[in-house]
């Protein structure tokens, strides 16, 4: 029913010369998350830099649908644009798998570098090929590892551990390649998992570790940083391509200047939330992780459906900005 509304609504949607376009952005964060609070700011200056021409309506929270069934509603263009992490994105567009890749950034410095360089010029194509334009791509965290029973003093310590990741075919190979027993499972059930016992541990970014409350049931936080999840920005083409020049230039400036703010925001949280850990009692401890970049390394080449060559492109940018 919701999605036989939202075609309906969007069949209903005022016309190329009529006032104002509204545009729908969805996203799965929480409205007080920083993709959220970014989607307002890309709303703010839509409809500043149009001078109220294009209006946009956020939807957080899942209020549209779970990222799959934005991300179809984004392509039939009953959403026009969202923000879903990457990995369910890459189920339509298979070549953003790369991104998934463990270890395949040195620093968030080499991440944005990628990201609004050569991912932007690589993957834009492909996702319009799918009938969506790449905006650009949020931050959303430097991933880590949660247990519940003891502490992971080195890579040695996740052999056989049972972890919960994403159902993403890369994050499980990353965590058998590290020795670990990955187990997917849906990120709801995951603090009950913990709790008895169904699983050992799981990866997580800082913020959602704290503010999902997950240190009251798996207290020992491992900082491996083992990959950097992305959010891609993206819109409905034939949407955008419906706007007159003028707008479409919003569009984008409008989607730098969220980009930037999603970012530096994400990094202010992370932080906060790191520091707030400490103080809760966790045992925080930082492992040798050179042992895991080999592992990582060997799967780059091999992982099926990433293009060895976009590997190289991505980590030649790893050195200092020219």
Known sequence: ????GLVSAAACAPGAGETPVRIRASASAQA??????????????VESRT??????????????G??????????????????PANAPLATFVPELLVLDLPFLFEDRAHLYRVLDGAALEALGPPLLQR?????????????????????????????GLKIRTMENPLHLAAFRAFGAN?????????????????????????????????????????????????????????????????????????????IAFERAEYRRQEAEAAGRLAAAGVRITRPETAG?????????????????ELVRRFRAAAGPPR
């Open 32 to 45: 007080s998350e920083p993709q959220a609070l970014a989607l307002e700011i890309f709303a703010k200056e």
């Open 51 to 64: 001078e109220g021409r294009v209006v946009v309506e956020v939807f957080p929270a899942s209020a549209l």
């Open 292 to 308: 895991l970049r080999e592992r990582a390394a060997l799967l780059w080449e091999r992982a099926e459906g990433v293009d060895p």
């Open 182 to 258: 990955p187990l997917p499972m849906a990120y709801g059930e995951l603090y009950s998992a913990l709790e008895q016992g169904v699983i050992d541990g799981a990866e997580a970014a800082a913020a959602n570790y704290f503010h999902r409350r997950f240190h009251e049931v798996a207290p020992y936080w491992a900082e491996i940083g083992w990959m950097h999840l992305v959010a891609p920005f993206v819109m409905n083409e034939s949407f955008f391509a419906s706007l007159a020049e003028p707008e479409r230039r919003a569009v984008l400036e409008a989607a730098a200047a969220a």
């Open 66 to 83: 779970d990222e799959r069934e934005v991300i179809e509603l984004v392509v039939l263009g009953a959403v026009h644009a969202a923000c």
């Open 131 to 159: 009938g969506m334009r790449l905006l650009g791509f949020f931050d959303i965290g430097l991933r880590h590892v949660m247990t519940r029973n003891a502490p992971v003093g080195s890579g040695a310590d996740l052999e």
């Open 1 to 4: 029913m919701l999605l036989l």
